[in-house]
Structures are given as structure tokens and as C-alpha cells.
């Protein structure tokens, strides 16, 4: 039976689908930005009344943009904020978070395990996932690839959309049928959502066309998107509600940042004795604050040292146990 199991890391929140040891779907969450859910008063920074929309700055100096604004509002006034998007981050661009006036109660974002049961879906909190589970995951949202039978799926996080392209050398209408069932599972495994462009192989006869068609609408059966036809040249465009950052587009956001919250899950998970000596790229260790660092010690029990190394890659820092 599938089940949610939460991870609450440092600098971070995890949260996986697992089903008989499979991922079939993921959530991360980086606290600290402004989140769906969240409400708060924030100044209104901009209105323009012609289209009743304008700029939320929260107390924390974040911005969002914000909808549905009273015809009398005014520029500098306070208004109270539901936050219904993230703020998301892809190569080169930065789409700030949306807002939309509410008279609710002020609250935080919820935690991962209180929006899953907001929706319905019952979470376990765990130390630790399954050895192996996340770690996988994690490698794909990296590299932007997923490998299946026959080709593998190239995933890119662009400011118009999520684009899929499908890689493989098996004659088109194969491939592209192969592709259907690990682009549906990696859609869910990625938390992906608003538009997203999937390139499949041209395929020049209709019947095949549709036999694609029906196969993602399979596939993509219970997961609340629109989708278009395939057309000529392959493409196929898929729209589903966007709240939060998908694990690509928090990826994009900060390679470093992420690097560094994966060796610090590395780090405790550390059990030979002595202190805790984590080796990284110079980037990785400046996302390294004193706060996570102090967490790793109060989790751990251990005196915590930094070794700043150049020649390892940004995702290949490592954590071991070193003589006190």
C-alpha cells in the first residue's frame, strides 16, 4: 500500500509516495520563502487599478504578485495575503511568488505533512527513507535525466515551461511508446506542474499519434492536468495547477544550496565515532550557515569541521567520521 513518509532534514523538508520500495511521487520543500498557504499582511508596493492587480512586500522584504485587489486600493496601505504560488526559479529567471487578497486568520505555510493532510493523504514523519530511495530520486532532479529501456528523458526547467525531450536511438513510434509510462512517473516523482512541453519523436501517421495520445492518457489517469493532442512534429503540452517549486526547478534555483543540503543529509547519517568532517566544493560550504551547521551538531552530538576543496564537483561533497 502506498504511503507518505516525511523527512524533516535541515534546511529542508522531504516528502516521498513509496509503494513496495518504488517512488511514485515526491515533494521538497525549502522553508524560508514565501509559500502557498501562507497568510500575512504585506504593503502594498503597486496597484494598477485599470487591471486590479499590483505588488504584495512582505515583512520579510519578499515579493508577490497579487490579484483581485479592491477597486480603492491604495499604494503604501496594508493588505492581507493568501499566498496561492511560490516564487520559482528557472536558469536566468526568477517568477515571483502570487498572492491574492484574503480576510483569513494570519498563518505560516503549512509544513509537507499538514498541506498532505490538508489534502486527504495520511504522512508518516520518519528519521530516515529507505536506504537508496532518495538518493536516486535526487541524481535525476540533478542531472535532468531519467534513463528507461531503450532512451531516456531530458528534462529542462525554461521561464515559458518544464520541456521534456525524448532520447533514443529504437525507431520512432517504439520510442516514443516506451517513453509514455517513465515520463507519467517521472512527471509525479519531480512534483511537476503548471506547462510543461514534451517533445516526442515526429511521428508521421495519425495512428500513432493517437495510440501515444491514449497511452499518456493512461498513464496520467487520476492526475489532475489538460493536455493537448499530439501534433505533427511530436509535441505534446501538458497544464496542471503550480503551488510550489517542483525538485527541478528547486534544483535550478540553487545547485550550491541544494549540494549543501544533500551532504548535510549525508552527514547524519554518519555512525562511526570521532567528529564530523564534511569535504566540499568552496561553493557548497558557503551555503553552509551557522544555524544548519549548529543543527547538524545538536542532531549528531558530534563537533562539526569543514574542509573547502576544489576539485570536487558542486554534488560530489562527502561526510566522514575523522579522529577527535
Do not use: C, Y
Given at each position: 500500500?502506498?504511503?507518505?513518509?516525511?523527512?524533516?532534514?535541515?534546511?529542508?523538508?522531504?516528502?516521498?509516495?513509496?509503494?513496495g520500495?518504488?517512488?511514485?511521487a515526491?515533494?521538497?520543500?525549502?522553508?524560508?520563502?514565501?509559500?502557498?498557504?501562507q497568510?500575512?499582511?504585506?504593503?502594498?508596493?503597486?496597484?494598477?487599478?485599470?487591471?486590479?492587480?499590483?505588488?504584495?512586500?512582505?515583512?520579510?522584504?519578499?515579493?508577490?504578485?497579487?490579484?483581485?485587489?479592491?477597486?480603492?486600493?491604495?499604494?503604501?496601505?496594508?493588505?492581507?495575503?493568501l499566498?496561492?504560488?511560490?516564487?520559482?526559479?528557472?536558469?536566468?529567471?526568477?517568477?515571483?511568488?502570487?498572492?491574492?487578497?484574503?480576510?483569513?486568520?494570519?498563518?505560516?505555510?503549512?509544513?509537507?505533512?499538514?498541506?498532505?493532510?490538508?489534502?486527504?493523504?495520511?504522512?508518516?514523519t520518519?528519521?530516515?527513507?529507505?536506504?537508496?530511495?532518495?538518493?536516486?530520486?535526487?541524481?535525476?532532479?540533478?542531472?535532468?535525466?531519467?534513463?528507461?529501456?531503450?532512451?531516456?528523458?531530458?528534462?529542462?526547467?525554461?521561464?515559458?515551461?518544464?520541456?521534456?525531450?525524448i532520447?533514443?536511438?529504437?525507431?520512432?513510434?517504439?520510442?516514443?511508446?516506451?517513453?509514455?509510462?517513465?515520463?507519467?512517473?517521472?512527471i509525479?516523482?519531480?512534483?511537476?506542474?503548471?506547462?510543461?512541453?514534451?517533445?516526442?519523436?515526429?511521428?508521421?501517421?495519425?495512428?500513432?499519434?493517437?495510440?501515444?495520445d491514449?497511452?499518456?492518457?493512461?498513464e496520467?489517469?487520476?492526475?489532475?492536468?489538460?493536455?493537448?493532442?499530439?501534433?505533427?512534429?511530436?509535441?505534446?503540452?501538458?497544464?496542471?495547477?503550480?503551488?510550489?517549486?517542483?525538485?527541478?526547478?528547486?534544483?535550478?534555483?540553487?545547485?550550491?544550496?541544494?549540494?549543501?543540503?544533500?551532504?548535510?543529509?549525508?552527514?547524519?547519517?554518519?555512525?562511526?565515532?570521532?567528529?564530523?568532517?564534511?569535504?566540499?566544493?568552496p561553493?557548497?560550504?558557503?551555503?553552509?550557515?551557522?544555524?544548519?551547521?549548529?543543527?547538524?551538531?545538536?542532531?549528531?552530538g558530534?563537533?562539526?569541521?569543514?574542509?573547502?576543496?576544489?576539485?570536487?564537483?558542486?554534488?560530489?561533497?562527502?561526510?566522514?567520521?575523522?579522529?577527535?
Amino acid at each position: 500500500m502506498a504511503e507518505w513518509l516525511v523527512e524533516q532534514g535541515i534546511g529542508e523538508e522531504r516528502a516521498l509516495l513509496v509503494d513496495g520500495g518504488e517512488v511514485l511521487a515526491a515533494r521538497m520543500d525549502w522553508p524560508g520563502g514565501l509559500a502557498a498557504g501562507q497568510v500575512e499582511d504585506a504593503v502594498l508596493a503597486h496597484f494598477d487599478p485599470a487591471r486590479r492587480r499590483g505588488t504584495g512586500r512582505f515583512a520579510s522584504g519578499d515579493e508577490a504578485l497579487v490579484d483581485r485587489l479592491p477597486a480603492d486600493s491604495r499604494e503604501g496601505a496594508l493588505v492581507r495575503l493568501l499566498v496561492t504560488r511560490a516564487a520559482l526559479a528557472e536558469r536566468g529567471r526568477l517568477k515571483r511568488a502570487q498572492a491574492r487578497p484574503s480576510d483569513a486568520v494570519p498563518r505560516p505555510a503549512p509544513t509537507l505533512a499538514e498541506a498532505l493532510a490538508g489534502e486527504g493523504a495520511e504522512a508518516r514523519t520518519v528519521r530516515r527513507f529507505p536506504a537508496g530511495v532518495w538518493e536516486e530520486l535526487w541524481t535525476e532532479a540533478w542531472s535532468g535525466e531519467v534513463s528507461f529501456a531503450g532512451g531516456s528523458l531530458l528534462f529542462s526547467a525554461t521561464p515559458a515551461m518544464t520541456l521534456i525531450d525524448i532520447d533514443g536511438e529504437a525507431p520512432a513510434a517504439a520510442l516514443a511508446q516506451a517513453a509514455v509510462a517513465p515520463l507519467a512517473m517521472s512527471i509525479r516523482r519531480f512534483d511537476l506542474g503548471g506547462s510543461i512541453g514534451i517533445d516526442f519523436p515526429s511521428l508521421s501517421r495519425k495512428e500513432d499519434r493517437r495510440a501515444i495520445d491514449g497511452a499518456l492518457e493512461a498513464e496520467l489517469a487520476g492526475w489532475q492536468h489538460e493536455r493537448t493532442a499530439m501534433n505533427g512534429f511530436g509535441f505534446v503540452q501538458l497544464v496542471a495547477r503550480l503551488e510550489r517549486p517542483s525538485l527541478l526547478h528547486l534544483l535550478a534555483q540553487s545547485r550550491a544550496g541544494a549540494a549543501a543540503r544533500m551532504l548535510l543529509r549525508r552527514a547524519e547519517k554518519v555512525e562511526d565515532a570521532g567528529a564530523l568532517l564534511l569535504s566540499a566544493h568552496p561553493a557548497v560550504v558557503g551555503q553552509l550557515t551557522d544555524n544548519w551547521l549548529g543543527e547538524l551538531a545538536r542532531r549528531t552530538g558530534r563537533e562539526v569541521r569543514l574542509a573547502p576543496d576544489p576539485a570536487l564537483a558542486l554534488e560530489g561533497g562527502f561526510a566522514q567520521a575523522v579522529p577527535l
